[in-house]
């Protein structure tokens, strides 16, 4: 094998190892238990963030 092809090959294989470990590591914990809920809890959590935020702007602005 020659030199160019083993750095491909070692260049790869490292690509593929980074991929697979990024895959398993799983990501932000945040963003994992948002993605676990269901379209209806999604939607009742939407709804809760969106009443506090209104009132609070409210609570602050009187």
Known sequence: MTAAAEATRTATEAVRTTAETTVLSGGDPGV??????SPGELF?????????FT??????RS
Do not use: D, I, P, R
Request: no cysteine.
């Open 32 to 37: 994992t238990s948002v993605a676990a809920l």
């Open 44 to 52: 009742f959590l939407g709804g809760v963030v969106t009443l506090v």
């Open 55 to 60: 009132t609070a702007y409210w609570w602050l």
